[in-house]
Every structure is written in structure tokens, then in C-alpha cells.
């Protein structure tokens, strides 16, 4: 039984920079690979991001490619996403999710997800 807890979100203005966190329990992080969606008011979730286990590969969506960072901190248990250049349409609410699995694109892959953290960007 693995828990995900995101933190981190909140209201920032656009252009602005917000760093996420995902603390994890009941396994070791380095289990799993990890990924980070979102979903917005009356849309599906989105995929934003991943990285394997020992973060030796990441792979990101066209929309955040050079403006948000995902890495890991395996003996820390916890998952980050650096969120830079934000934009209005960022606003959504952020999940991080664990996969069993060697890589994972797809909501559908991912089996364990948190909580989730409001992220709001003013224009």
C-alpha cells in the first residue's frame, strides 16, 4: 500500500514559478517510476511528465517541454516538478502519480495516484 502526497501549489502570477512536491509512503520511491499530470475544470487529465526509477531518463509533453522540470530524491522519498514561465492556462489541479512499471506515458499506466495540489495562475 503506497500513499502520494502532492504539496506545493497555490496562486502565482503568470511568468511566475511554483515547485511541487510529492512525498511518498509504504514504499521506497525507487520503485516505481513517477509522473505528473493535471486536469482543469471540465477536461481529462493531462499528462505533463515522467522519470524512471533512477531518474536517469525523464520524458515531457510538448505544452511544458522547456518550462517545467521533473526530478526525484529517491532517499528522500519525494518527487518534484519545477514549474517555470507559468501561464494562465497552467491553472489545473496537479497530480503525481507512481507506475510499476519501466516507463509510463498514460494515465491508464499509472495504478497509485495522490491527493492533488490547486495550482492558479493570474493574468
Known amino acids: 500500500q503506497v500513499q502520494l502526497v502532492e504539496s506545493g501549489g497555490g496562486l502565482v502570477q503568470a511568468g511566475g514559478s511554483l515547485r511541487l512536491s510529492c512525498a511518498t509512503s509504504?514504499?521506497?520511491?525507487?520503485?516505481?517510476?513517477m509522473g505528473w499530470f493535471r486536469q482543469a475544470p471540465g477536461k481529462e487529465h493531462e499528462f505533463l511528465a515522467t522519470?524512471?526509477?533512477?531518474?536517469?531518463?525523464?520524458y515531457y509533453a510538448d505544452s511544458v517541454k522547456g518550462r517545467f522540470t521533473i526530478s526525484r530524491d529517491n532517499a528522500k522519498n519525494t518527487v518534484y516538478l519545477q514549474m517555470n514561465s507559468l501561464k494562465p492556462e497552467d491553472t489545473a489541479k496537479y497530480y503525481c502519480?507512481?507506475?510499476?512499471?519501466?516507463?509510463?506515458?498514460?494515465?491508464?499506466?499509472?495504478?497509485?495516484w495522490g491527493q492533488g495540489t490547486q495550482v492558479t495562475v493570474s493574468s
Open positions: 502519480a507512481a507506475a510499476d512499471r519501466n516507463s509510463a506515458y498514460d494515465p491508464t499506466q499509472y495504478a497509485i
Open positions: 509504504g514504499r521506497t520511491l525507487s520503485s516505481y517510476t
Open positions: 522519470i524512471s526509477r533512477s531518474a536517469g531518463s525523464t
